[in-house]
């Protein structure tokens, strides 16, 4: 199996979706075989990447529940160049669903081993809550990306996550090891924001990227359009630094193979 990443944290609108899309994207580039799941009942990752998602005919969610096979649910971003695992507002459904289903909180590891040779990096977009799908997403994944903006209650709630993370890997999934924090729509004439960072570095050491997301209002225009932020405009700030942060993943995963 290739490497799986969650992009996780129970706050909405701190950047999750724009960075599984931006960093599938800028992976997909490097000539890696990449899968983005979206694992949010808002599917904007899905829209982002220029799928309908009112038009779907299957969605993860038939996959979860076991209603469709992977092939019957997977559809090719062509401009961005990877896979996608798309989802809509039938995924809230499954929440419920699952709790009376047989390993619900492996169902959708199980339906990603069946396809592991086909991938380098899978990564999941997920809701901003810590539900059933979540812990789908965690018990499928080795590592977990948690985007951040540094204002001052950044650290807050994130206690819950770490705290959630080293259970399941306690209980549930031994190979989920790697906990990252990226720091995103960063302002660096916000003096507030630098304090933060540099907070942030000192509490996660070397688990914070070096790469920081500045705020960029390419990045925010490109979804409308159906388009990663480094498809839409690769030139932008916000494509280079999302290309930046691919490469330094890659560096640390693959080394000096990247
Ligand atoms: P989440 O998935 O955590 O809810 P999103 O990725 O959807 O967060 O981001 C929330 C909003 O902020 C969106 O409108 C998005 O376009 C915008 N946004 C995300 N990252 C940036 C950035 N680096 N610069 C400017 N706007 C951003
Ligand atoms: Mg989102």
Redesign the pocket.
């Known amino acids: 199996m290739g490497h799986v990443f969650c ?1 996780a ?1 129970q ?11 931006n960093l599938a994207a800028a992976t997909a580039q490097r000539d890696r075989r990449v899968l983005l799941v979206d694992l ?1 009942p ?1 599917g ?2 899905t829209m982002g990447c220029g799928i309908e998602k009112r038009d779907l005919e299957r969605s993860v969610y038939e996959l979860l529940l076991g209603e469709a096979a992977f092939d019957d649910v997977v559809r090719r971003s062509e401009e961005a160049g990877f896979d996608v695992l798309p989802a809509n507002r039938a995924l809230s459904g499954a929440e419920i669903e699952l709790v009376n289903l047989p390993e619900r909180e492996h169902r959708l590891r199980c339906a990603l081993e069946q396809v592991s040779s086909r991938y380098d990096y899978v990564f999941i ?1 997920c809701p ?1 809550s810590l539900n059933m799908l979540t812990l789908n997403a965690f018990c499928a994944a080795d590592g977990i990306i948690i ?1 951040m903006q540094c204002e001052y209650f950044a650290l807050e709630g994130v206690a819950d996550l770490v705290a959630t993370v080293k259970r399941i890997h306690a209980e549930k999934n031994p190979r989920l090891r790697m906990l990252s924090v990226l720091r ?3 302002d660096p004439r916000i003096t507030l924001q630098q304090q933060v960072s540099e907070q942030l570095s000192r509490h996660f050491g070397d688990r914070v990227y070096e790469t920081i ?11 409308s359009y159906g388009q990663p ?1 480094i498809v839409y405009d690769r030139s932008s700030k ?1 494509a280079r ?1 999302y290309t930046a942060f691919a490469d330094e993943m890659l560096r640390r995963l693959e080394g000096a193979k990247a």
């Open positions: 992009i944290n706050k909405g609108g701190v950047g999750k979706t724009t960075t599984a899309v949010d808002q904007n990752a977009d901003p985007p995103v729509m960063f997301i500045p705020r960029n209002v390419r990045l925010a225009e490109a979804p932020g916000g630094a």
